[in-house]
């Protein structure tokens, strides 16, 4: 009777696919948790490039203050410079660039690390490479810095100060009368959008200070 009962334990097995993602959301969960920084606030239903968001914690308050993160997770070998290399959709990169600060994580399996890479560094890269990159279906994401508590830190930070900046503008915008909008525009700082990389802002303050000195220079 015993015999006759086998057939039914012949089960499904777990696609490796779908044990790999776990640990990946798992390990991004726990770096989440302990950086007390973010909190993983929502997770895609339906992923057309975006596995959830989350969102900044500023003295124990949420601030609706949100980043959307495409999370991956991978077996495969590093790079022979230690870097690792994750192929995403053209279509992907282009999803996440409608907000800013969107970022890719990877959780390297074997070595059980997560890493961090902003989407807006994937289009620099290939900006600057000087190839038509806008026609390619697939483009590769390399992961060289690890996601910290303290890079998590600089990320809240400036997605806090950009995100105020532009709620504040909104506001003013909002509260002003129709007579006096002109007036405000003329008045209001040039939106700057500041890189996180701090050598591509150093980069961008350097040449907009030379800027406004050449043009103090000619008034």
Not at 86 to 99: A, P
Request: aromatic fraction near 6%.
């Amino acid at each position: 009777m015993a015999d006759d009962m086998e057939c039914f334990d012949d089960l499904p097995e777990r696609a490796s696919n779908h044990v790999t993602e776990e640990k990946a959301e798992t390990a991004f969960q726990k770096c989440l948790t302990e950086s007390g920084l973010f909190i993983l606030q929502r997770a895609d239903r339906k992923d057309y490039g975006t596995d959830c968001e989350i969102e900044v914690v500023e003295d124990g308050r949420a601030t609706n203050i949100r980043i959307h993160v495409q999370l991956k997770g991978t077996e495969r070998a590093l790079n022979a410079d230690g870097s690792l290399s994750v192929e995403i959709s053209r279509t992907n990169l282009n999803y996440l660039l409608m907000h800013p600060h969107s970022f890719y994580a990877a959780y390297h399996v074997p070595t059980a690390t997560l890493r961090i890479c902003l989407a807006e560094a994937v289009l620099r890269k290939y900006e600057h490479a000087g190839k038509n990159w806008t026609q390619q279906q697939s483009l590769t994401v390399n992961f060289t810095e690890d996601l910290t508590t303290e890079r998590l830190g600089r990320l809240a930070e400036l997605s806090s100060s950009a995100t105020r900046a532009a709620r504040n503008r909104r506001v003013e915008q909002s509260r002003a009368a129709p007579g006096d909008l002109i007036g405000l525009l003329r008045r209001a700082v040039p939106e700057v959008h500041v890189p996180d990389d701090p050598d591509s802002a150093r980069q961008l303050l350097e040449h907009l200070l030379m800027g406004t000195k050449v043009s103090e220079h000619h008034l």
